[in-house]
Structure formats: C-alpha cells, structure tokens
C-alpha cells in the first residue's frame, strides 16, 4: 500500500499550527504542506464566532476536556483547563485576549529570542486598528481591535483605576504595558477573528488541511522522524515527511505524543511500556500557567444591558511590592465568574490573577491517565502577591468611578484582613488557561531543555517544536500573541528565510 508524502507535516491546527502550516506553503518553491487537525473544521459554529459566548464551550465535543489535577495549595480542587479540539484550537475557543507582556519578558528566553528579534514577527502577524507603528503592525493576518462601545464596568475600571492613580493606556500593547486600558482583541466586525479566519480563509493547493484525525505516534527511520502515525477515516494511517515533521499540539498534547513516541524521561517511558528514542528529562516538566482568582463579585445597582464583546473589555496591569515589571492582572468580567458563587441577581467581578508566578508544575501519563499538575501557590510569594492584588481590586470598587455602579460586595461580602485574603485567594483559585513550558527551549538537555534554539528536538533529526510548550519562562501576558509570534519565527527557522 502506497503511503502518502508532504514536505512538511505539521501536528495540530491550533494557534501554531495554522500559521505554521499557512506560512510554510506560502515559502518558496511552495512545498507541499498537510496541517492534521484532531477536531472538527468548526467553522459557523454560533458558539465560536459569537465573541461572548466563548464561556459556554467549555467542556463540549470542541474541548480536550483537561483538568487541573487536585492539591492541597488549592484546597484540593479540580480547576478545568479548557484547550481547543478544533481548526484554531484554542484560538477558536479562547477569549480573544491579543497581549504581548512587558519587552523584558523575552529577554529570558535566550540568544535570538529576546522582543526584539521577535518584534517583526509580532507585527506582522497583525492588523492593529491603529495602524501601524513603531511597535504595531497593519495589514497582517490577525485582526486586532479594542471595544467600540464598552460595556460600563469595564468603562469603570478605567476610571476607577485613574482615580487610583494608575496610567491610563492608549494600547494595551506598549512595550512596558503598566497600566489601565481597553482590551485588546480578536475580533473583526463585532465576531471572533480566530488563527483560521486570519491565516486560511483561502487556503493554496500546496496546502492540505485534514481535520478529525488524531495522531497517535511518531514514525522514525533511524534516528530521523520522517512520517506520523493518525487515525483517519477511523483507520490508523501513515503519512511521511521529505523535509520536517512539527509538532503543534500544544503544552498538553505535544509532550504526549513526544512520551509515545520515545522521547522523554526514561522513567517516565518505562511506566508507559516506552522504548526509549531520545532521553530528555523535560519532557512534560516545567508546566507553568497564570493564576486567577474568581472575584472578588459585587453586586450592580441596576442592569447594565447585555454582555457585550469577551464578556470583559478591559483590564489593569500593575506591581506587587518589589516586582520589576507589572506581574499583577485584574479584568472585569460582565457577570460570575466560576459556577461556585450561589448569589443571584445582577452581579460582576474584578478578577485580578498573577502574571509573574513563580509555582511551577509537571505533566505526567500514568495507567490511569494524564495527571496535570501546574502546583498553584505552592510558593508563598504567588499567594502573597494575589492577596494584595486582592485589596487593590477592593480599593477600584470602592472609587467614584464604581460607586454609582456598585451597591455592595458579594463574595467576599467586606474588605478582608491580609491572611483572609490569602484565605480567599486559595479557596477561589482558578487559572487563565494559558499553559506552557512542557517541551521547554534551552542550550541542553542537562538543563531540561527538550528542542534547541530552532526549536529542533534534541536527540533525534527531522523533528521540531512550535507551539506554547517551547516558552522556558511563561511571559507577563495572555500567550495567543507570543504563540503566534513563536510560529512566525518557527516558519524562518525551518525555511531559513524570512516568510510573510
């Protein structure tokens, strides 16, 4: 039986995967590209185009399912982890958030990837409505826009955050990005403006994109990976790679199908029943995420018109004691936040959440299933640093700005003393979904690194990385913008020229 070839393979259509694949069948001599999608085309569903609804697709068929698995810094409860099962991936199912973080955040990410070397690849994946500048690009693939019309909490939030004595923001998107302003989003003419609608509206024929197929392993010859085992058409089936085989699943799913196909700790592997290809210990470590906190929630004065844009519209950056950079994160959010508030009635939140964590977790795959574990607060300066974020939240209600919105605070239900506040941190703590680190990039696997600076796997051939499992330090930000940036860059690694 004859076996399918492409130049490149890329695994996974997700924020990555779908520029990845895009920008690789656009390179010169237009090598055949096969992007492999475990989910669904998805396109027209209300759900995702809809910007507000993105909440309600959590746990559905468009959704991995994951949970964070239970620890005692969190009072020993199960946190969802939503990652898109979709053409887009999380992209399509994400809130829409496009940030970059603080300039400073790349420079630990080594040589050739400090914000500068990537700052080309942030502008021109955009199409800020701005225009471009200096720091923005215009006319790129990925719509950028801010609320036309905000909704009022998040127009008070910007208020309230100036009467704190905070900077108000034109962009959200300066290089220091300190400050109070409205979101930046994925969102082109009031619908989600995802990875697919910005990088495949019309894909070329040198590009195949094949949804509904999981891959399941790596095929090698040698040490060179040269084909992926999927299933499609519900048969498991082999296509080969001429020039590259990419992973794009994912800080979740690339450190699996990197563990089932022999790469990872040998410990790990023999668990798993694993001959080992490659030894690299970081397979599935250094897991890192931003936590949030779900509320505080304060109770309207009066009903303020639906939930309009990502259900948020605004957000405030700013320092915990001693931070260098602004670590700390508060956005509105235009109703409850988590299903564990019992109150009723007209209610929103302020949710502020860590943007500098320094917990960090695992993924492991055992017999009974992948236990993912990102160990929030399991470092007393996390939970310090949200309790104070805590009291700032409560300083923003209680300004003018919020006093004709407000009529009073539901959970908490007053001001709370400091060790209250870590109280509530811990019992109310949720996570921004932005996972990474899993596959993380370094100079050597003695370090834990798992590909090199080109993203290449390290102990075999013909195999790379491009996705949010490569970041080694998690930025200060919402990572869909540094993930595309990373898939941008990953296009000029693998043609060795300058792509878009």
């Not at 096969?34 to 909440?55: F, K």
Request: aromatic share 6%.
């Amino acid at each position: 039986m004859s076996v399918a070839e492409y130049d490149y393979i890329v695994i996974g259509g997700g924020s990555a995967g779908c520029v990845l694949a895009a920008r690789l069948a656009e390179s010169d001599g237009a090598p055949e590209v096969l992007l492999i999608e475990a989910g669904p085309e998805g396109r027209g569903v209300a759900e995702i185009t809809e910007p507000a609804l993105w909440p309600s697709l959590t746990k559905t068929s468009l959704d991995w399912g994951y949970d964070y698995a239970p620890s005692p810094h969190t009072g020993n409860r199960v946190i969802p982890l939503p990652r898109g099962k979709v053409l887009g991936g999380t992209s399509a199912i994400n809130a829409m958030n496009w940030y970059r973080g603080h300039a400073a955040d790349y420079d630990a990410w080594g040589p050739e990837w400090d914000y500068q070397a990537l700052l080309p690849c942030f502008r021109r994946s955009e199409d800020w409505e701005g225009g471009e500048t200096a720091q923005r690009g215009a006319g790129g693939p990925l719509r950028i826009t801010q609320p036309p019309t905000p909704h009022p909490v998040a127009s008070g939030l910007l208020n309230a955050a100036a009467e704190l004595g905070f900077k108000r923001l034109d962009d959200a998107n300066e290089a220091d990005a300190e400050g109070a302003a409205l979101a930046n989003l994925n969102v082109s003419g009031g619908y989600r403006h995802s990875v697919v609608d910005g990088y495949l509206a019309d894909p070329p024929e040198n590009l195949t994109i094949l949804t509904g197929s999981v891959a399941t392993r790596l095929g090698f010859t040698g040490d060179r990976c040269d084909s992926v085992f999927h299933i499609a058409g519900g048969a498991l089936t082999q296509t080969r790679a001429r020039r590259e085989v990419i992973c794009a699943l994912g800080a979740i799913g690339t450190p699996l199908l990197l563990l089932r196909s022999g790469i990872g700790d040998p410990g790990d592997l023999a668990r798993l029943d694993v001959k080992t290809r490659s030894a690299l210990a970081g397979v599935g470590r250094n897991l890192q995420d931003h936590p949030l906190v779900a509320g505080p929630h304060f109770r309207l004065k009066r009903r303020l018109g639906l939930v309009r844009d990502n259900a948020s519209g605004a957000i405030l950056n700013w320092r915990s004691a001693g931070a260098d950079r602004p670590d700390l994160h508060a956005m509105v959010i235009q109703g409850k936040l988590g299903s564990g508030l019992g109150a009723t009635g007209d209610i929103f939140a302020i949710a502020p959440g860590l943007m500098g964590p320094k917990s960090s977790g695992y993924l492991r795959v055992h017999s009974g299933g992948v236990e993912i574990q990102p160990n929030f607060l399991a470092e007393a300066d996390d939970v310090a640093a949200l309790a104070e974020a805590v009291d700032t939240v409560m300083d923003l209600a209680g300004t003018s700005a919020y006093r004709e919105l407000i009529d009073g605070p539901v959970a908490p239900p007053w001001r709370l003393s400091r060790d209250d506040a870590k109280t509530f941190v811990r019992e109310n703590c949720s996570s921004f979904f932005h996972p990474c680190g899993t596959a993380a990039m370094g100079d050597a696997p003695e370090d834990g690194a798992v590909v090199d600076r080109a993203l290449r796997v390290f102990g075999v051939s013909g195999l790379r990385v491009a996705d949010a499992s490569v970041i080694p330090v998690i930025p200060h930000c919402n990572i869909q913008a540094p993930v595309v940036a990373i898939a941008e860059r990953a296009a000029d690694l693998v043609t060795g020229a300058r792509i878009g």
